[in-house]
């Protein structure tokens, strides 16, 4: 793995969180995206060399909203760049991380992703993304 990519913040409000962080960071999202698979929309902050993604669901059974119902807002996940998301993904599943994604799918800001299960990760999910050439 490369580096942090991004941290994701799961938030009810994307509108109120908008807001709230316009204000902490003293910017405004310069993205925003709907990802149709996961039934999320997505806004991203560029703070310096780091990204910080808000996530908020669009349907009750998104993972999302499902994540909020369980343990409220708050960090949702932590994603790592990785060059070559197949061989990293291979790598893991040798290890014995259980993989959410088997193979890698499209997700936001241009990105092929996968997700680790957190059972295998202390709680902490994560994401590996691959920048689509
Ligand atoms: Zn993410």
Redesign the pocket.
């Known amino acids: 793995m490369n580096k942090i990519e ?1 941290i ?1 913040i799961a938030v009810a409000d994307a509108k109120k969180s908008i807001a709230i962080f316009n204000g902490l960071f003293n910017s405004q999202p310069y993205k925003q995206e709907l990802v149709e698979s996961e039934q999320v929309e997505t806004y991203f902050y560029q703070i310096g060399p780091n990204k910080i ?1 808000l ?1 908020q669901g669009l349907t009750e059974d998104s993972a999302i909203a499902k994540f909020i119902t369980k343990k409220g807002e708050g960090i949702h ?1 932590i ?1 790592f760049a990785v060059d070559d998301i197949v061989a990293e993904l291979a790598r893991l599943k040798a290890e014995g991380f259980q993989l959410i994604h088997e193979t890698p799918k499209k ?2 800001d241009n990105k092929l ?1 996968a997700f680790v299960h957190p059972k295998d990760t202390n709680g902490v999910l994560i ?1 590996l ?1 691959q920048e689509i050439g």
């Open positions: 991004h994701g993604e996530l996940h994603a997700g936001a992703i994401e993304c």
